[in-house]
């Protein structure tokens, strides 16, 4: 190799790196994905009423379930299982031992639990 190719070589090598951890996919972090699903969160769990309430599952980092729109709850568990999945992909785990929701209610125009 001459000295020009390696230089080239050199160059490449943060590129190829970038590539790597692209395919390896590099996880973002628990206050990152806990940030984006509160904002999400929120943005779903507006109500009149108890009854259009319901339980979303998420897992860790995420917590055990949020209090959403019903209409909204299939759409928030897939959110949550994205983003579980971006937080996993650099090998992070966390483990919660989970509690039964309690009682569903509106609260301020926003859906929530009373104290379990």
């Known amino acids: 190799m001459t000295s020009r190719q390696v230089d080239s070589a050199w160059r490449a090598l943060p590129v190829c790196l970038l590539s790597l951890a692209g395919l390896l996919g590099c996880g973002r972090s628990e206050a990152d994905v806990r940030a984006e699903f509160q904002t999400y969160v929120a943005g779903a769990n507006s109500c009149k009423d108890a009854l259009e ?64």
């Not at 860790?60 to 949020?66: H, I, N, S, T």
């Open 53 to 116: 309430c319901a339980v979303a599952t998420a897992d860790c980092p995420l917590g055990c379930f949020v209090i959403v729109r019903a209409d909204r709850k299939d759409d928030v568990e897939r959110k949550a299982r994205d983003l579980v999945a971006q937080y996993q992909s650099a090998f992070q785990t966390c483990v919660y031992d989970c509690r039964t929701p309690g009682t569903l209610v509106c609260v301020d125009s926003r859906c929530g639990e009373s104290n379990p």
